[in-house]
Nanobody, 116 residues
């Protein structure tokens, strides 16, 4: 059974940094893709960043240049380094994994709060 455990959320002032981690367990092969989605209060969940099996990455336009996604395959862990945080980055960040069969798994979420 695939499980995703996020860590690293918290509260920070605008301009600060946080790093989120997501450790995957129960996987039997390298994921097709891993990423982070964000759900702000009153809004739908949207993809923030993804990293694919090839190493290619994809970012939400508003976080390009500020956020960096990376992964450690030996640890089955994906990271999201968030710099120059803005109040609009506030939300619950969910780790997402898709496997080679197309199955999608979600973590329980990590709250990030950025104050002005």
């Amino acid at each position: 059974q695939v499980q995703l455990m996020e860590s690293g959320g918290g509260s920070v002032q605008a301009g600060g940094s946080l790093r989120l981690s997501c450790a995957a367990s129960g996987i039997t092969s390298v994921p097709n893709a891993m990423g982070w989605s964000r759900q702000a209060p009153g809004k739908q969940r949207s993809l923030v960043a993804a990293i694919f099996r090839s190493g290619d990455t994809n970012y939400l336009a508003s976080v390009k240049g500020r956020f960096t996604i990376s992964r450690d395959d030996a640890k089955n862990t994906v990271y999201l380094q968030m710099n120059s945080l803005k109040p609009e980055d506030t939300g619950v960040y969910y780790c997402r994994l898709s496997d080679f069969r197309g199955m999608v798994y979600w973590g329980k979420g990590a709250l990030v709060t950025v104050s002005a």
